[in-house]
């Protein structure tokens, strides 16, 4: 070991030796050796003298970028070609020199083949953009581009035109889903407040009948109690139409209890069993995210009845400092979120959809997590306060 340390530090003296000291000899062995300073520097100059046009190259458009390719490859093949003509060709070796040209054609297939897929590769990243668009991730945009002035003009222009489409398409679809929800609050303030009062009426006029029918003529008061009974059906069933339209809870208590009430009804009306936990959400929200959470919570449960096959589920909403998180999960069978949302058949993932377009109105995002046969996940998390909603 101290043999060797010292070597090091004598060729260190060594190489930091002025060159008048070191000799002709010595001036002769550092130019020719690469790991000399003398090397160094005369890589370091190679590589400075280079980058400029290398940067200037990938500054070029792409069209450009590809003949300047090509031409390199057909430069150096006629060099390599011309060189390969004079030694071996006159010398009669023409097999060597047909692999060679085999060589060199494959050689020169796979740089161009490289090279063109470098310089298309950010249509590629605009390609792979679209399709995630699509398959529901709105808020994808496509990677900024440096090296390529009209692919760079390209990026700009088509993230440019998806963040004024997605804002067009959050105002609109605000705008459809407040004007539906104010529609659903009149229809089921009409049902309370007329239809419900006139079977109501109705149901205390037959009452009133039935007791003025004397005994003696039974099958009269057995009609009418059958009229009253289904007068009573009535009522109960317009009385829950006004309540899944919009119930009154939400707006008089507030989130909790409405989420409360309907786990109650559903778990009433399909025999699925739904576990409601409600952390921290004793202050209540603003009237747009109370209304939206509800709906989502609505519709993954109504999507739980009608495809999942579940035993059972729960739904758990917490909130936090900033953010409201939710989590709706059940055992059921499970299902592709990406082939469900990109199906193209008719109604097939409008309700998936949906949820995301109600979360995404309030500034908060909202995921699937599923598996065929290891049951569903749905993850919310909607900020208390924001700058990107649009309610």
């Not at 020719?32 to 990938?58: F, H, R």
């Not at 939400?250 to 109650?264: E, M």
């Not at 008719?346 to 290891?374: A, N």
């Amino acid at each position: 070991m101290e043999s060797t340390d010292q070597e090091a530090i004598a060729r260190h003296e060594t190489a930091s030796r002025p060159i008048a000291e070191s000799g002709p000899g010595a001036a002769a062995a550092g130019d020719g050796s690469p790991d000399s300073p003398a090397g160094d520097s005369l890589s370091q100059s190679v590589y400075a003298g280079i980058t400029p046009y290398i940067d200037k190259i990938k500054r070029r458009p792409l069209f450009q970028k590809v003949v300047i390719a090509n031409s390199f490859l057909i430069a150096v093949g006629a060099v390599f070609g011309f060189y390969l003509e004079a030694r071996y060709f006159e010398g009669g070796e023409i097999g060597f020199l047909v692999l060679f040209m085999f060589s060199g054609l494959t050689l020169s297939i796979l740089l161009n083949y490289l090279m063109v897929k470098l310089a298309f590769r950010p249509l590629d990243d605009v390609s792979e953009t679209m399709k995630a668009i699509r398959a529901g991730h709105r808020g994808i945009r496509v990677p900024e581009v440096t090296d390529d002035p009209q692919i760079e003009e390209l990026s700009k222009s088509l993230n440019s035109m998806l963040d004024s489409l997605e804002l067009q398409r959050k105002r609109a679809a605000a705008s459809v889903i407040k004007a539906q929800e104010d529609e659903r609050k009149r229809i089921a303030r009409e049902l309370n407040d007329e239809t419900s009062q006139s079977l109501t009426g109705l149901v205390i006029g037959i009452r009133m009948v039935e007791e003025l029918v004397p005994d003696s003529i039974p099958e009269i008061k057995e009609r009418l109690d059958n009229i009253n009974q289904l007068a009573h059906q009535t009522l109960n069933e317009v009385h829950h139409m006004a309540t899944r339209l919009r119930p009154s809870v939400l707006d008089d208590l507030g989130l909790p209890a409405a989420l409360r009430s309907y786990g109650k009804e559903f778990t009433e009306n399909t025999g699925i069993p739904v576990d409601v936990q409600l952390l921290a959400m004793i202050q209540r929200l603003s009237p747009e995210m109370e209304t939206v959470l509800y709906r989502v919570v609505q519709e993954a449960l109504t999507n739980i009845a009608r495809h999942s096959e579940a035993t059972k589920c729960r739904v758990t909403l917490q909130r936090k400092e900033s953010v409201v998180q939710g989590v709706i999960e059940d055992n059921g069978k499970g299902f592709e979120p990406q082939t469900v949302m990109l199906s193209d058949a008719k109604g097939s993932g409008l309700g998936l959809h949906g949820m995301k377009e109600r979360i995404e109105l309030v500034g908060g995002s909202l995921e699937f997590e599923s598996r065929p046969g290891e049951g569903s996940t749905i993850f919310i998390e909607v900020p208390l306060k924001t700058e990107e909603g649009i309610w």
